[in-house]
């Protein structure tokens, strides 16, 4: 389940006016020349006609195979960007400057292949950034400016290691790390420094990684808010293991188990004993069953 660092609601809709930009090609706008939706029109620009006030912009599915500084209209109001699945590929330097108050940013599904050392550096105010599937082979993404970042989200992409780049020991308010469906194989200690550096109290989602191996104290020192270990284990006896590695855990949440039971295996109560070392205020596990310590 998606867990956010701040209610964001859903933006009521009030009503619809439709604005024309140039063949044929049209926007919508939602509530008072605020919030726009551009979804899916086939646009290869972003319409001039869309007003400075805007507050909230979704030009998902179209077409902006490169993204350059000059891209976006002055959009100093624009907090909320969803560009999912607009078959980007390219992100240059200060891409974003025009639209540089953005606090959501929304990438996912595009075949990025470049991006430039300063591409996301403009965004000073960004607190949510999503990567989902977007082909990422590891966290070392240039975002060093993005101190006000709380939440990312990398999942179904290519990533190795929670290894988190140094710089973000800064980033005092980060809260969520999302890295479900990834190629995480093992947990090392030197791959949560920078996590033990940071504030802690931080949620830690390995939904659906093939773990094969946990090593002892990788969470040592840290609290998590909550630790999401569904499905992230390529088999019983490394679930059983790495339940062990993670002797003298603390986490507020800890969900761990299998999202579609596997009825032909039989598991024990013995499978689980590894929770006996961890500290936890709530433990969710699937499918439910009772596991006496």
Same mark, same amino acid.
């Given at each position: 389940?998606?867990v956010?660092?701040?209610?964001?609601?859903?933006?009521?809709?009030?009503?619809f006016?439709?604005?024309?930009?140039?063949?044929?090609?049209?926007?919508?706008?939602?509530m008072?020349?605020?919030?726009?939706?551009?979804?899916?029109?086939?646009?290869?620009? #972003?319409?001039?006609?869309?007003?400075?006030?805007?507050?909230?912009?979704?030009?998902?599915?179209?077409?902006?195979?490169?993204?350059?500084?000059?891209?976006?209209?002055?959009?100093?109001d624009?907090q909320?960007?969803?560009?999912?699945r607009?078959?980007?590929?390219? #992100?240059?330097?200060?891409?974003?400057?025009?639209?540089?108050?953005?606090?959501?940013?929304i990438?996912t599904?595009?075949?990025?292949?470049?991006?430039?050392?300063?591409?996301?550096?403009?965004?000073?105010?960004?607190?949510?950034?999503?990567?989902?599937?977007?082909?990422?082979?590891?966290l070392?993404?240039?975002?060093n400016?993005?101190?006000?970042?709380?939440?990312?989200?990398?999942?179904?992409?290519? #990533?190795?290691?929670?290894?988190?780049?140094?710089f973000m020991?800064?980033?005092?308010?980060?809260?969520?790390?999302?890295?479900?469906?990834n190629?995480i194989?093992?947990?090392?200690?030197?791959?949560?420094?920078?996590?033990?550096?940071?504030?802690g109290?931080?949620?830690?989602i390995?939904?659906?990684?093939?773990?094969?191996?946990?090593?002892?104290?990788?969470?040592?020192?840290?609290?998590?808010?909550?630790?999401?270990?569904?499905?992230?284990?390529v088999?019983?006896?490394?679930?059983?293991?790495?339940?062990k590695?993670?002797?003298?855990?603390?986490?507020?949440?800890?969900?761990?188990?299998?999202?579609?039971?596997?009825?032909? #295996?039989?598991?024990?109560?013995?499978?689980?004993?590894?929770?006996?070392?961890i500290?936890?205020?709530?433990?969710?596990?699937s499918?439910?069953?009772?596991?006496?310590?």
């Amino acid at each position: 389940m998606p867990v956010f660092c701040m209610d964001r609601g859903i933006f009521p809709i009030i009503f619809f006016i439709l604005i024309q930009n140039g063949s044929g090609e049209e926007c919508t706008k939602v509530m008072n020349n605020r919030h726009y939706s551009c979804e899916g029109r086939n646009l290869t620009y #972003i319409p001039t006609s869309i007003p400075s006030t805007v507050e909230t912009l979704d030009f998902s599915f179209n077409l902006l195979p490169s993204l350059q500084k000059h891209l976006f209209p002055p959009l100093y109001d624009l907090q909320f960007l969803d560009l999912t699945r607009c078959q980007i590929q390219y #992100i240059a330097d200060d891409a974003f400057h025009n639209v540089k108050n953005v606090t959501t940013l929304i990438l996912t599904g595009n075949p990025i292949s470049y991006t430039a050392p300063d591409s996301l550096n403009s965004l000073h105010k960004l607190q949510r950034l999503v990567l989902v599937d977007i082909g990422l082979l590891s966290l070392n993404v240039q975002f060093n400016n993005l101190t006000k970042l709380q939440e990312l989200k990398a999942g179904t992409n290519k #990533i190795q290691t929670i290894a988190l780049p140094l710089f973000m020991i800064n980033f005092k308010d980060f809260c969520i790390l999302d890295l479900h469906a990834n190629n995480i194989s093992s947990l090392k200690v030197n791959h949560t420094a920078v996590l033990r550096e940071m504030r802690g109290n931080i949620t830690l989602i390995l939904s659906s990684n093939p773990i094969l191996h946990i090593e002892p104290g990788v969470f040592k020192d840290i609290y998590l808010k909550e630790l999401n270990i569904h499905s992230a284990f390529v088999s019983f006896d490394a679930m059983r293991y790495g339940l062990k590695a993670l002797s003298g855990l603390n986490v507020g949440k800890l969900a761990i188990g299998n999202y579609i039971e596997h009825r032909a #295996i039989k598991i024990s109560d013995a499978d689980y004993h590894g929770l006996c070392l961890i500290y936890f205020t709530v433990i969710f596990l699937s499918p439910k069953r009772t596991v006496t310590f």
